[in-house]
Nanobody, 124 residues
């Protein structure tokens, strides 16, 4: 199973980016997905998640109303649309598939396969 995250880059505060996470070796429609981020010197933190098939979505309070998780199951890809970016959103962003039968979407240990991370830098 491989998850390939892309779409990161340098953006000014207030701008937008869309991250993509393309999967191979696993059919994403059978799994719930999550996005996490890790800023330099900080622990990895939950950003957003969805349920299998993307019916329900969940967000960290810090990104609620600004970020949107979505998926295109036909392309086996999950997205994270990030709007109104702030300097504190600067981090490496990781996508991951949640273990079957696990409902806790916040804990990183709930996820089994991870992408390699894509760096988002927001300049103020």
């Amino acid at each position: 199973v491989q998850l390939q995250a892309s779409g990161g880059g340098l953006v000014q505060a207030g701008g937008s980016l869309r991250l993509s996470c393309a999967a191979s070796g696993r059919t994403l429609s059978n799994y719930a997905m999550g996005w996490f981020r890790q800023a330099p010197g900080k622990e990895r933190e939950f950003v957003a998640a969805d349920s299998r098939l993307g019916i329900a979505t969940y967000y960290a309070d810090s990104v609620k109303g600004r970020f949107t998780i979505s998926r295109d199951n036909a392309k086996n890809t999950v997205f994270l649309q990030m709007n109104s970016l702030k300097a504190e959103d600067t981090a490496a962003y990781y996508c991951a598939t949640r273990r079957l039968g696990v409902s806790d979407y916040v804990r990183s240990s709930s996820y089994d396969y991870w992408g390699q991370g894509t760096l988002v830098t927001v300049s103020s």
